[in-house]
């Protein structure tokens, strides 16, 4: 009890460290979001199509829209999203078919019973301001009580999708399924594994070779297991990581974009 309420402590001082001044060994930013209305970037992922453009959202509270930014956090457009309620949305992610997949998952007080992935078309966000739904994913947990998610990422025809496992140094993967959409499903369990701290963001890089799984002190690299859909249960290595409220990861070539909710945005090589 003595050692979990240390953490406590430290993790709130984290937290709080933008707020109050950065302590001397937090990571520099690398830029901030130009545009005022990116206030707390919750999901980040790098388009397929569109060179140099990333897409963010933000958390609980604001209305269904995404935000096409370049990595140095220029503006680049704004896209209404069409059939869809921002009530937690948590997590972006992105296939090679030419879809984005905004997930409403989070669930601070674990009772929610209006879990679901969008699927949206991504568009040219230098040209169009608004995109429908293209399909809606509505889920439950196998377990009476719904954990809080905060992380998922696309892969072989599916979403997956990472707990934040409060009090408990582990995260959960489960799987929905994509080939039914607007039926609602129970998602699968697939494995899980140890983390130290809690995991708010993933990304899975563009060659499905390497998940990223994003907390507040560490980025966790995970290398897939041949023939198995266990992303948890391959090489496991951790880079240290103080940046605040992070709660955004994405790939970008061999190096990782992160974003925390003070607006700032952290290059961060996967060799540290």
């Given amino acids: ?8 402590w430290i993790l709130i001082f984290l937290l709080a460290g933008t707020a109050y001044g950065r302590p001397p060994f937090f990571e520099a930013p690398d830029a901030r979001f130009e545009d005022p209305a990116v206030n707390e970037s919750s999901g980040l992922v790098k388009s397929r199509r569109f060179d140099g453009i990333f897409w963010t959202h933000n958390d609980s509270g604001d209305r269904a829209r995404i935000f096409a930014v370049t990595r140095e956090g220029r503006s680049v457009g704004t896209v209404e999203i069409a059939g869809a309620r921002n009530v937690d949305w948590e997590d972006i992610a992105i296939d090679d078919a030419g879809f984005l997949y905004l997930c409403d998952i989070g669930d601070n007080r674990n009772r929610r019973t209006d879990l679901v992935v969008y699927r949206v078309p991504e568009v040219d966000p230098r040209r169009v301001r608004a995109a429908t739904v293209a399909a809606r994913f509505p889920f439950r947990y196998p377990a009476l009580r719904s954990p809080d998610t905060e992380a998922c990422f696309f892969s072989n025809g599916a979403v997956y999708l990472l707990t934040k496992e409060h ?21 699968s369990f697939i494995g899980k594994a ?9 990304d899975l890089s563009p060659d499905g070779s390497r998940l990223a799984v994003l907390t507040y ?56």
């Fill in 167 to 187: 009090g408990d140094d582990e995260t959960n993967l489960y799987r929905l399924d994509l080939s039914r959409p607007e039926r609602a499903q129970v998602a």
């Fill in 217 to 272: 002190t560490a980025v966790h690299l995970f290398q897939k297991p041949g023939g198995s859909e266990n992303y948890l249960a391959g090489e496991h290595r951790r880079l240290s990581l103080l940046f605040g409220q992070a709660e955004a990861i994405a790939w970008d070539g061999e190096d990782l974009i992160i974003t925390n909710e003070s607006g700032e945005i952290l290059r961060k090589s996967i060799q540290d």
């Fill in 194 to 202: 140890k983390v130290d701290g809690l995991v708010t963001g993933a």
């Fill in 1 to 8: 009890m003595i050692f979990s309420a240390v953490r406590l």
